[in-house]
């Protein structure tokens, strides 16, 4: 036996100390070998859009709607199939509006219990009795797994039934089990939840929907770039932080910050009204706002633009610092002219519609003034000392990365740089080239060194790259020539607010191109897929989410209410069961009270179904193979304490 091999089997026999528990593991994973796949629920670009998001997870995009059709069939109306839904997915709530209408509602929860029974029983069947029982709540889980256990061993089941029926309403305990089921059947639709990138900004909570994530059974994100500017921001880069600041004001998210993560930005206000105290900051009104002159919006406005302009500095400062990054054509403050107002940009010059900087010094334009800096200080400390941002960006730190390939799946946010040719485009990272995966991997290398890396420089280095990842032009999750904040903000002419998109969507709808990013992350074959986010897919327009035949699908979610009006719909998300994949579109979510009230749902219709030639099964997935490793290395133990190679302990 080599030592390697040995070693290996001598941890193995601590787990496993005798055949028959060794035998017994593999029995167990051999009989979850052949139990139909999990279902995986794709969703995207929820963009701080909690209620909507909150309402996507509990109605697994329509998986919930469709267990409920599967049990019940014909035998329900469409009304009661609705009004099942709803109750599934907000409990408490639901049964207190039934409360003021039903005359008996002990009849009520009679009913309603046994249909969440059997509701409960066909969707805890594909998995082992053990998972179930992790997953129920500790208070109930003697008497829920009793409910929806088969006993083959009682001879009158319905009797047996109803005395835990009947002694649950007795104990005045029926609300508190309709909840806790209701919950339980969430938690058994889902059986894993990717988040393809940007829970981050212009939404008002992404604060609530980490919180929510905190909590849930099984999951993994894709960085998108709004994700990278606040880990950035976490990390202390002041660009980034003053971006993020920057984000929130022109959304109107100050309570984001303020509130959720209680960063005081008492320092910034009082210095934009002592230097911006008599300017209108016309060209900084929050979006939707643009109309307000209240002692409110103007303040709002003037914090606005005081941040601004601080970024604008700090990038340029931080672009002279990276001539590596070939960013030189965004380095353009020098230009500025504040008597004739106009700036120069790529060899053009250009009237500003705001001419008032009195922070910008023609001797050194990029540089802070003394305010700016103390501002700056003040909020790289309280980003870094925030112990719940904190907290929340060690969550996307353990369940995220920039990339994932899962189940035969490619998942993730932005975009493969290409060149305009549709090769790979290379990449200077540092003084090294890289390209395709080789570049994603030393990517999500550096932005985990921003965190965790004990040398100063490589640390600086990670946090530098955090920036770059949201707005370098071959960035993979930004893809596009320029973050045009600047142009958008003080220029009138649209030829100068284009950000031109990085080739990648040019050769998307062409298979070949799908089949190349496959190959270069391991994936060949018809099963293997690109899912991918970032960009919204204008559907009013006739564009299709569903590329290269069905090999690349964009998820964008369309959470965010500033795309409704521009793409149709409020985006897709993506559904991969046992018998295939069900991409969905949503119509936009009103609120949670009107999906109570009116029960009304969002997953307005199939887009594209793709089913399988057979079903699914744990065995056809990464886990299965994982699995049917372990199943080996056990084998190899039984026989080396067969063959006398390793003696049994018993404990």
């Known amino acids: 036996m080599e030592q390697n091999n040995k070693n290996y089997l001598e941890y193995l026999a601590e787990l496993y100390p005798t055949i028959g528990k060794a035998s017994t593991e593999i029995i167990n994973l051999q009989s979850i070998l052949n139990l139909p796949k999990g279902t995986e629920h794709f969703i995207s670009d929820i963009h701080g859009e909690f209620e909507a998001f909150s309402h996507v997870l509990r109605n697994g995009s329509g998986a919930v709607r469709k267990k409920i059709d599967d049990v019940f069939g014909h035998t329900l109306s469409t009304a009661e199939k609705c009004a099942m839904a709803t109750l599934i997915y907000y409990p408490a709530e639901k049964i207190a509006e039934i409360k003021k209408t039903e005359p008996d509602m002990e009849n ?5 219990l046994y249909r969440l029974i059997e509701i409960c029983k066909t969707v805890s069947s594909k998995y082992t009795r053990s998972k179930v029982r992790k997953a129920l709540p500790a208070d109930y889980a003697y008497v829920i797994e009793e409910l929806i256990t088969e006993k083959s061993e009682v001879l009158n089941k319905g009797a047996y039934y109803e005395s835990i029926v009947t002694t649950i309403l ?43 994530l905190m909590t849930y059974h099984s999951f993994d994100i894709q960085w998108g770039n709004h994700d990278i500017l606040w880990m950035g921001a976490a990390a202390g880069n002041v660009a980034c932080i003053a971006t993020v600041i920057r984000i929130c004001l022109r959304y109107g998210n100050l ?40 002692s409110s919006s103007l303040l709002e406005r003037r914090m606005h633009k005081a941040i601004t302009i601080i970024q604008f500095k700090l990038e340029e400062m931080f672009l002279r610092e990276h001539p590596d990054f070939d960013m030189e054509d965004r380095c353009f403050l020098e230009t500025l002219d504040k008597k004739k107002g106009t700036v120069i940009i790529q060899g053009k010059e250009y009237r ?40 929340h960006v060690k969550l996307l730190l353990k369940n995220g990365s920039l990339y994932k390939v ?14 305009e040719d549709g090769s790979f485009e290379k990449v200077n990272i540092f003084g090294t080239f890289y390209q395709g995966r080789k570049l994603y991997d030393v990517l999500e290398m550096y932005v985990r060194k921003a965190f965790v890396a004990l040398e100063e420089g490589e640390r600086k280095k990670g946090q530098d790259i955090l920036w770059y990842l949201w707005s370098g032009p071959k960035s993979p999750l930004f893809g596009r020539s320029k973050m045009a904040a600047f142009e958008r903000y003080l220029i009138a002419e649209p030829e100068a607010h284009l950000e031109k998109k990085n080739a990648y969507y040019r050769f998307l709808e062409e298979s070949s191109t799908a089949e190349r990013i496959l190959e270069a992350f391991g994936l060949e074959g018809e099963d293997a897929h690109i899912i991918n986010g970032h960009v919204p897919v204008h559907q009013s327009s006739g564009e299709s989410p569903v590329k290269c035949g069905g090999k690349v699908l964009i998820i964008d979610g369309g959470f965010s209410r500033a795309y409704h009006k521009e793409t149709g719909i409020a985006g897709y998300t993506l559904i991969y069961n046992s018998y295939g994949m069900t991409l969905t579109a949503h119509e936009p979510f009103e609120s949670a009270e009107m999906a109570i009230h009116e029960e009304k749902d969002i997953v307005s219709r199939q887009v594209a179904v ?4 057979r079903r699914q099964l744990v065995g056809d997935t990464d886990n299965g193979n994982k699995m049917k490793e372990r199943i080996a290395e056990l084998k190899e133990l039984i026989r080396a304490y067969r063959e006398g190679e390793l003696k049994e302990k018993e404990r």
């Not at 910050?257 to 105290?277: K, Q, R, S, T």
């Not at 009195?358 to 112990?387: D, V």
């Not at 793709?610 to 030639?613: A, N, R, V």
């Open 406 to 419: 899962y189940n035969h799946n490619l998942l993730y946010h932005g975009c493969i740089p290409l060149e």
């Open 170 to 212: 007795e104990i005045g305990k029926a609300e508190d089990f309709i909840i806790v089921m209701s919950e339980l059947i969430q938690r058994l639709v889902i059986d894993h939840l990717h988040i393809i990138g940007d829970i981050f900004d212009r939404g008002p909570a992404p604060d609530k929907i980490l919180d929510c």
């Open 255 to 294: 309570d984001l910050l303020e509130d959720g993560y209680g960063i005081n930005l008492l320092p910034l206000a009082a210095f934009a009204m002592e230097i911006y105290g008599e300017d209108p900051c016309v060209c900084f009104a929050v979006k939707g706002r643009e109309g307000k002159t209240d």
């Open 108 to 112: 009520w929860y009679k009913i309603t």
């Open 610 to 613: 793709k089913y399988t030639d």
């Open 352 to 391: 500003l519609k705001d001419k008032s900087f009195p922070t910008i010094s023609e001797e050194a334009p990029y540089r802070l003034s003394k305010g700016e800096q103390e501002i700056m200080e003040k909020l790289k400390t309280a980003f870094q000392n925030c112990e719940k941002l904190q907290r």
